[in-house]
C-alpha cells in the first residue's frame, strides 16, 4: 500500500506559478513511476505529466497541453513528487491528483494502482 498526501495548491493570478507536493509513504518509493492528473468540474480526469521509477533514470513525459509550463520532478530521499506549474492560465483550474504504479511504463497514462486525494488550483484571469 502506498499513501499520498497532496499540497501547494491555492488561488493564483494567470500568468503565476505553484508547486505542487505529493508525499509518499508505506513502500519504496523509488520503485514507482509517479504521475499528476488534473480534473476540472464537469469534464474528465486528465493526465498532466509522469516520471519514471528511478532506476530507469527518472525519465518524464507530459501532456501537451501543458508541455514548457510545468515541469515533475522527484525527490527520492523525502520521498515526494513534485509538480512546478509556471505560466498559469485560468484553464489550468482543477483538483490536481498524483497517483503511483510500480510499474516501466511511465509514459503509459493508465495504470496507476494508488491515488491521492488531490489539491485545488485555482487560476484567476
Known amino acids: 500500500q502506498v499513501h499520498l498526501v497532496e499540497s501547494g495548491g491555492g488561488l493564483v493570478q494567470a500568468g503565476g506559478s505553484l508547486r505542487l507536493s505529493c508525499a509518499a509513504s508505506?513502500?519504496?518509493?523509488?520503485?514507482?513511476?509517479m504521475g499528476w492528473f488534473r480534473q476540472a468540474p464537469g469534464k474528465d480526469r486528465e493526465f498532466v505529466a509522469a516520471?519514471?521509477?528511478?532506476?530507469?533514470?527518472?525519465?518524464?513525459y507530459y501532456a501537451e497541453s501543458i508541455k514548457g509550463r510545468f515541469t515533475i520532478s522527484r525527490d527520492n530521499a523525502k520521498d515526494t513528487v513534485y509538480l512546478q506549474m509556471n505560466s498559469l492560465k485560468p484553464d489550468d483550474t482543477a483538483v490536481y491528483c498524483c497517483?503511483?504504479?510500480?510499474?516501466?511504463?511511465?509514459?503509459?497514462?493508465?495504470?496507476?494502482?494508488?491515488w491521492g486525494q488531490g489539491t485545488q488550483v485555482t487560476v484567476s484571469s
Open positions: 497517483a503511483a504504479k510500480n510499474s516501466m511504463y511511465y509514459t503509459d497514462t493508465q495504470g496507476y494502482d494508488y
Open positions: 508505506g513502500r519504496t518509493f523509488s520503485n514507482y513511476a
Open positions: 516520471i519514471s521509477q528511478t532506476w530507469t533514470g527518472s525519465s518524464t
